[in-house]
């Protein structure tokens, strides 16, 4: 176990690690002068070369990237331009928003995370327990509802759901606030308030791939051997669907959740688009319009961080759900 | 018959590495150092459990697999290590018949594609056209010409394994390696195809390697016999002196498990006890000595050689074979022996369905 | 062990090969044929398969629909704006005229926009999901194939994929690849930014096909009949295109034809977010994006290009789902 777990964070940092390389060549060594985006317009030569000189980019590559992993590990000096001493984990400073990059990331973080996870446990289980139902009545009109229901999920698009949303619940009943974020911890009224919509229409999207999923699954292992076998030897249906089946059925579902959670914590552009909150995919789409460099990298490298730990966590889940995996 | 063989098989030898993760642990030594010649137009028969050695040899043979060591001599040409381009002119006389009918024909091919693959891919254009000479094939191997654009799913086992061999003729090959070319077929169709097989032997002159687990076919196609256990061949022979005359006590075990429908119950059959020895570690010296009722201490640091007895062509890797001449009816004796199960997890029955 | 009769003599010799009925059809049918008509059969497919039919035409259409309409994607129809730039009359200004109505501002002609849109949209899904396509079966089917230090190559490739936030890199890398193009100030064709678009869905888009077809020729490699091939000498490009690929065109085929609404969904979030194609192309999410300012003043403008983007997705989806119930029998949904 042990092993296993060393052996998939290694090729997770190894993954980790080209990402950062990538990205880092995509952005700072395409040729496009990062510095131009940075500055307001109008600036002067001696201002630009000032920038240029600050951020580092007369250095050669090796030794920026070099830089720029050594601060998020350690932290380093920035110099006086940049708010001096940059702790770990730094990633840089922003000359666009004026601060470090970590401050702006440690912000909007938290915006993101409280739209997935509602999202999340609210998909998983609608989607899941739909499909499940779905499965275990197959040909009834709770079935053929069911796959109209993902069907219908499954082809509609975020923005146009959102849109609706906002504009039935918000704009035209006016039963809730336009949407906005409170930190959870302040006021968890107003918090639940203005996500809700957000979370109904990731939920509402992904549980119909959930349902369609699960669905198909639950419907192979209820025609496996074993799952009769446990029937025949008189074992209750509740026994059987709920701790037989369920547990075999489920296992493909935890991967392609964990991929799916991880991805959406990388940033909910569309969803965060649609409804104007600021989270990290907001804020990484502001970044890119503003030519923001560092606030860029760091997303991107926030995002795969995310998506690389949910593979890790996926492949743990799946040892613990099914046996059959064996660690090595 | 010529003396010159047409397939001369020395130190053949194929060894597969184990791996967890990066490192190699151990080695599967699947195939031994085999030695046999085929000659023109002669059959050779490889027999053995399941697990011996014999389709890896077969694939060695046909180069699907790259052997560890040791070499194949073809028309008198080495082929151990020729790459495909070197191998062109050699495919068309070397050709192979899989095991399985229904896993041996693409199932996206029509019949004709299938037959007529080995044309194409070697780039022949035979006088009268491809078609026509795939029609001649199938009808050769007693299919219907008009079944030309049927697809193998349309046909039964039988009738596939019939284009298997349809498929092998194509290049007119001198000789072809039969993988258990009947044992995924029904009892009734083996017969059949067998005679198929034996016919086609006659009228074209073909040499076989014919590898099967099951010596009554072999018995019934063989000239030859060589009999494998654990990558090794024990003995090896002409089909009288291997049925009539074994002198290997692993031989003889195999012949006796043959059920004979003159005698009634379970007289002459020797039970080997335990099971076939890993070959990631076989055992030292004689690999069947853990089976084996005659074994002695020699046994276990000494690898018998095969080496002919008597002078006569049947060559046997035993210490201590049974003496020329000792027909199989003198064996009841020995049968009920108790034999010295000295391997770990020795008695344990085969409980197989 | 199988016990067949000990003596070759008493073998008896029954000849099924050549007494087949003669009532049988001489000619087989592939597998190939015999999907289709079981999609033929399938009312759905034939339902949804239509309806793409048509979007296509209108797709491919649109020149001479814009003829016999009358209006063009650029035309701007001021004068039927009220002062504050929202449409007059009812739903968005929808007359006879102009049926889906008027855009807010500038006072564009939104059905035939939306026709020009579609016909982006679908450009630019097909040819990437084509070269996705291509990409994906020759890499996955070399990976699986051959195997060793390739396949760990690819693989490791597939999972870097996976692992980069593909809207960001999107959104960050296609301003900075007009710019090497372009420089700062120069004019961006709208075939350009179509360019750019199926350029970055192909970079991203290949690793899903890949694995699939890795997987399937991995399954298949060791069949006797890719090795019978192998022992007639055949080489590479046979084996690859005449043995393997022939078996598995039937998931492949039904992964282009749910990649092709992956890529509509995709090419409408990224001109959602506001990168690849220019205002000037006519494009379902860049409308969307723009409707957004105008939800509660003009309603109507969000619904036409949603609900339109809505039908062509889920055409594709359900026919789709009927392409692998023909292709798989098997399978259940």
Same mark, same amino acid.
């Given at each position: 176990?042990?092993?296993?777990?060393?052996?998939?964070?290694?090729?997770?940092?190894?993954?980790?690690?080209?990402?950062?390389?990538?990205?880092?060549?995509?952005?700072?060594?395409?040729?496009?002068?990062?510095?131009?985006?940075?500055?307001?317009?109008?600036?002067?030569?001696?201002?630009?070369?000032?920038?240029?000189?600050?951020?580092?980019?007369?250095?050669?590559?090796?030794?920026?990237?070099?830089?720029?992993?050594?601060?998020?590990?350690?932290?380093?000096?920035?110099?006086?331009?940049?708010?001096?001493?940059?702790?770990?984990?730094?990633?840089?400073?922003?000359?666009?928003?004026?601060?470090?990059?970590?401050?702006?990331?440690?912000?909007?973080?938290?915006?993101?995370?409280?739209?997935?996870?509602?999202?999340?446990?609210?998909?998983?289980?609608?989607?899941?327990?739909?499909?499940?139902?779905?499965?275990?009545?197959?040909?009834?009109?709770?079935?053929?509802?069911?796959?109209?229901?993902?069907?219908?999920?499954?082809?509609?698009?975020?923005?146009?759901?959102?849109?609706?949303?906002?504009?039935?619940?918000?704009?035209?009943?006016?039963?809730?606030?336009?949407?906005?974020?409170?930190?959870?911890?302040?006021?968890?009224?107003?918090?639940?308030?203005?996500?809700?919509?957000?979370?109904?229409?990731?939920?509402?999207?992904?549980?119909?791939?959930?349902?369609?999923?699960?669905?198909?699954?639950?419907?192979?292992?209820?025609?496996?051997?074993?799952?009769?076998?446990?029937?025949?030897?008189?074992?209750?249906?509740?026994?059987?669907?709920?701790?037989?089946?369920?547990?075999?059925?489920?296992?493909?579902?935890?991967?392609?959740?964990?991929?799916?959670?991880?991805?959406?914590?990388?940033?909910?552009?569309?969803?965060?688009?649609?409804?104007?909150?600021?989270?990290?995919?907001?804020?990484?789409?502001?970044?890119?319009?503003?030519?923001?460099?560092?606030?860029?990298?760091?997303?991107?490298?926030?995002?795969?961080?995310?998506?690389?730990?949910?593979?890790?966590?996926?492949?743990?889940?799946?040892?613990?759900?099914?046996?059959?995996?064996?660690?090595? | 018959?010529?003396?010159?063989? $047409? !397939?001369?098989?020395? %130190? =053949?030898?194929?060894?597969?590495?184990? #791996?967890?993760?990066?490192?190699?642990? @151990?080695?599967? &030594?699947?195939?031994?150092?085999?030695?046999?010649?085929?000659?023109?137009?002669?059959?050779?028969?490889?027999?053995?459990?399941?697990?011996?050695?014999?389709?890896?040899?077969?694939?060695?043979?046909?180069?699907?697999?790259?052997?560890?060591?040791?070499?194949?001599?073809?028309?008198?040409?080495?082929?151990?290590?020729?790459?495909?381009?070197?191998?062109?002119?050699?495919?068309?006389?070397?050709?192979?018949?899989?095991?399985?009918?229904?896993?041996?024909?693409?199932?996206?091919?029509?019949?004709?594609?299938?037959?007529?693959?080995?044309?194409?891919?070697?780039?022949?254009?035979?006088?009268?056209?491809?078609?026509?000479?795939?029609?001649? $094939? !199938?009808?050769?191997? %007693? =299919?219907?010409?008009?079944?030309?654009? #049927?697809?193998?799913?349309?046909?039964? @086992?039988?009738? &596939?394994?019939?284009?298997?061999?349809?498929?092998?003729?194509?290049?007119?090959?001198?000789?072809?390696?039969?993988?258990?070319?009947?044992?995924?077929?029904?009892?009734?169709?083996?017969?059949?195809?067998?005679?198929?097989?034996?016919?086609?032997?006659?009228?074209?002159?073909?040499?076989?390697?014919?590898?099967?687990?099951?010596?009554?076919?072999?018995?019934?196609?063989?000239?030859?016999?060589?009999?494998?256990?654990?990558?090794?061949?024990?003995?090896?022979?002409?089909?009288?002196?291997?049925?009539?005359?074994?002198?290997?006590?692993?031989?003889?075990?195999?012949?006796?498990?043959?059920?004979?429908?003159?005698?009634?119950?379970?007289?002459?059959?020797?039970?080997?006890?335990?099971?076939?020895?890993?070959?990631?570690?076989?055992?030292?010296?004689?690999?069947?000595?853990? &089976?084996?009722?005659?074994?002695?201490?020699?046994?276990?640091?000494?690898?018998?050689?095969?080496?002919?007895?008597?002078?006569?062509?049947?060559?046997?890797?035993?210490?201590?074979?049974?003496?020329?001449?000792?027909?199989?009816?003198?064996?009841?004796?020995?049968?009920?022996?108790?034999?010295?199960?000295?391997?770990?997890?020795?008695?344990?029955?085969?409980?197989?369905? | 062990?199988?016990?067949?009769?000990?003596?070759?003599?008493?073998?008896?010799?029954?000849?099924?090969?050549?007494?087949?009925?003669?009532?049988?059809?001489?000619?087989?049918?592939?597998?190939?044929?015999?999907?289709?008509?079981?999609?033929?059969?399938?009312?759905?497919?034939?339902?949804?398969?239509?309806?793409?039919?048509?979007?296509?035409?209108?797709?491919?259409?649109?020149?001479?629909?814009?003829?016999?309409?009358?209006?063009?994607?650029?035309?701007?129809?001021?004068?039927?704006?009220?002062?504050?730039?929202?449409?007059?009359?009812?739903?968005?200004?929808?007359?006879?005229?102009?049926?889906?109505?008027?855009?807010?501002?500038?006072?564009?002609?939104?059905?035939?926009?939306?026709?020009?849109?579609?016909?982006?949209?679908?450009?630019?899904?097909?040819?990437?999901?084509?070269?996705?396509?291509?990409?994906?079966?020759?890499?996955?089917?070399?990976?699986?194939?051959?195997?060793?230090?390739?396949?760990?190559?690819?693989?490791?490739?597939?999972?870097?994929?996976?692992?980069?936030?593909?809207?960001?890199?999107?959104?960050?890398?296609?301003?900075?690849?007009?710019?090497?193009?372009?420089?700062?100030?120069?004019?961006?064709?709208?075939?350009?930014?179509?360019?750019?678009?199926?350029?970055?869905?192909?970079?991203?888009?290949?690793?899903?096909?890949?694995?699939?077809?890795?997987?399937?020729?991995?399954?298949?490699?060791?069949?006797?009949?890719?090795?019978?091939?192998?022992?007639?000498?055949?080489?590479?490009?046979?084996?690859?295109?005449?043995?393997?690929?022939?078996?598995?065109?039937?998931?492949?085929?039904?992964?282009?034809?749910?990649?092709?609404?992956?890529?509509?969904?995709?090419?409408?979030?990224?001109?959602?977010?506001?990168?690849?194609?220019?205002?000037?192309?006519?494009?379902?999410?860049?409308?969307?994006?723009?409707?957004?300012?105008?939800?509660?003043?003009?309603?109507?403008?969000?619904?036409?290009?949603?609900?339109?983007?809505?039908?062509?997705?889920?055409?594709?989806?359900?026919?789709?789902?009927?392409?692998?119930?023909?292709?798989?029998?098997?399978?259940?949904?």
């Amino acid at each position: 176990m042990a092993r296993f777990l060393i052996k998939r964070l290694f090729s997770a940092t190894l993954t980790l690690f080209a990402v950062s390389v990538l990205t880092f060549l995509m952005f700072f060594a395409l040729p496009r002068d990062p510095v131009t985006g940075m500055c307001p317009k109008n600036c002067n030569p001696e201002r630009l070369e000032r920038v240029r000189d600050d951020l580092g980019l007369n250095d050669p590559l090796v030794s920026q990237y070099a830089g720029y992993m050594k601060g998020i590990v350690t932290g380093r000096d920035l110099g006086s331009a940049q708010g001096g001493r940059c702790d770990a984990p730094c990633l840089g400073w922003s000359y666009v928003s004026n601060e470090a990059v970590s401050d702006t990331i440690a912000r909007v973080l938290p915006v993101t995370l409280s739209i997935v996870i509602p999202a999340a446990i609210l998909w998983l289980l609608l989607g899941v327990g739909l499909g499940m139902v779905s499965a275990l009545r197959r040909g009834t009109w709770l079935d053929r509802a069911a796959i109209g229901f993902s069907l219908t999920g499954a082809s509609l698009q975020l923005y146009f759901v959102g849109a609706v949303l906002l504009l039935v619940f918000v704009y035209n009943l006016r039963l809730l606030p336009v949407p906005s974020y409170t930190s959870l911890f302040d006021n968890p009224a107003k918090w639940a308030s203005g996500l809700v919509l957000a979370w109904v229409a990731l939920a509402f999207l992904f549980s119909a791939i959930y349902a369609r999923l699960s669905r198909a699954q639950m419907l192979e292992t209820l025609s496996e051997d074993f799952v009769r076998t446990a029937r025949a030897k008189g074992l209750a249906k509740p026994t059987v669907y709920g701790r037989h089946a369920l547990r075999a059925a489920i296992t493909p579902v935890v991967t392609i959740a964990g991929l799916d959670v991880g991805g959406a914590l990388g940033g909910t552009v569309i969803t965060e688009t649609t409804f104007g909150i600021q989270g990290l995919g907001r804020t990484a789409v502001d970044a890119v319009r503003s030519g923001d460099l560092p606030t860029i990298m760091a997303t991107v490298l926030i995002a795969a961080v995310f998506v690389v730990l949910a593979n890790v966590l996926v492949d743990l889940l799946y040892a613990a759900i099914d046996p059959r995996v064996r660690l090595r | 018959m010529t003396d010159e063989p $047409l !397939l001369r098989v020395r %130190g =053949l030898t194929k060894h597969f590495p184990v #791996r967890q993760g990066l490192r190699a642990t @151990g080695l599967v &030594r699947a195939v031994d150092g085999l030695d046999f010649d085929v000659r023109p137009g002669e059959t050779l028969g490889l027999v053995g459990e399941s697990g011996c050695g014999k389709t890896t040899t077969g694939r060695m043979l046909v180069r699907l697999l790259e052997p560890t060591a040791g070499t194949i001599e073809f028309a008198g040409r080495d082929i151990t290590h020729a790459g495909r381009r070197e191998l062109r002119p050699l495919r068309q006389d070397l050709q192979i018949i899989f095991q399985d009918p229904y896993a041996s024909l693409n199932p996206r091919h029509t019949v004709g594609r299938i037959v007529a693959m080995p044309l194409q891919v070697n780039g022949i254009k035979p006088p009268g056209g491809i078609k026509a000479r795939v029609q001649e $094939l !199938l009808e050769l191997v %007693g =299919l219907n010409p008009e079944h030309y654009n #049927r697809y193998p799913h349309e046909f039964s @086992g039988g009738q &596939r394994q019939r284009i298997g061999i349809a498929r092998a003729l194509a290049l007119r090959p001198k000789l072809i390696v039969a993988d258990e070319p009947v044992s995924a077929l029904d009892v009734s169709i083996q017969a059949q195809v067998v005679n198929l097989l034996r016919d086609l032997q006659r009228d074209l002159g073909l040499a076989f390697v014919f590898i099967a687990h099951d010596l009554a076919v072999v018995r019934h196609f063989c000239q030859r016999v060589a009999v494998m256990y654990l990558g090794r061949i024990v003995e090896i022979g002409d089909r009288a002196d291997i049925y009539e005359r074994p002198q290997h006590p692993y031989t003889r075990a195999l012949l006796s498990a043959i059920p004979d429908v003159t005698r009634l119950g379970p007289a002459g059959r020797i039970r080997l006890t335990g099971d076939v020895p890993t070959p990631l570690d076989p055992p030292s010296g004689c690999r069947f000595r853990t &089976r084996c009722w005659k074994a002695r201490d020699i046994c276990a640091t000494e690898e018998p050689a095969l080496v002919p007895r008597d002078g006569g062509d049947q060559a046997t890797a035993c210490h201590f074979p049974e003496p020329a001449g000792a027909g199989l009816q003198a064996e009841a004796a020995v049968a009920v022996a108790e034999p010295a199960g000295r391997g770990a997890g020795a008695n344990v029955e085969e409980v197989s369905p | 062990m199988s016990l067949s009769p000990v003596e070759g003599v008493a073998l008896a010799e029954i000849e099924s090969g050549t007494g087949e009925p003669a009532t049988k059809g001489v000619v087989g049918r592939s597998p190939g044929q015999l999907a289709w008509l079981r999609l033929r059969r399938d009312r759905t497919a034939m339902l949804s398969g239509s309806l793409l039919v048509f979007f296509m035409l209108l797709g491919l259409a649109a020149p001479l629909i814009e003829m016999v309409y009358g209006i063009g994607p650029r035309e701007q129809f001021q004068n039927l704006l009220d002062g504050f730039g929202m449409p007059l009359g009812y739903a968005g200004g929808v007359t006879g005229e102009h049926w889906f109505g008027l855009e807010p501002g500038l006072g564009r002609d939104i059905f035939i926009r939306l026709i020009y849109g579609l016909r982006t949209s679908l450009f630019i899904a097909f040819a990437a999901a084509l070269i996705t396509a291509t990409i994906g079966v020759v890499l996955g089917a070399l990976a699986g194939y051959l195997g060793g230090w390739l396949d760990a190559v690819i693989n490791w490739i597939t999972d870097l994929t996976l692992a980069m936030p593909f809207l960001i890199i999107a959104l960050a890398l296609t301003p900075t690849l007009t710019l090497r193009f372009y420089g700062e100030r120069g004019q961006v064709s709208s075939a350009f930014g179509v360019g750019v678009l199926i350029a970055v869905f192909a970079v991203f888009g290949w690793t899903s096909t890949a694995r699939l077809v890795r997987g399937q020729v991995i399954a298949l490699r060791e069949r006797e009949f890719v090795e019978a091939a192998r022992a007639s000498g055949a080489g590479l490009g046979h084996m690859l295109f005449r043995q393997l690929l022939p078996n598995i065109w039937a998931p492949i085929l039904v992964s282009f034809s749910l990649a092709v609404p992956q890529f509509i969904t995709s090419e409408a979030a990224l001109s959602f977010i506001g990168v690849g194609l220019s205002d000037e192309t006519p494009s379902f999410g860049r409308m969307i994006y723009r409707s957004l300012d105008f939800l509660q003043t003009d309603p109507a403008y969000v619904f036409f290009p949603g609900i339109m983007i809505f039908a062509l997705v889920f055409a594709f989806n359900l026919f789709g789902d009927a392409l692998r119930d023909a292709l798989d029998p098997k399978s259940s949904r």
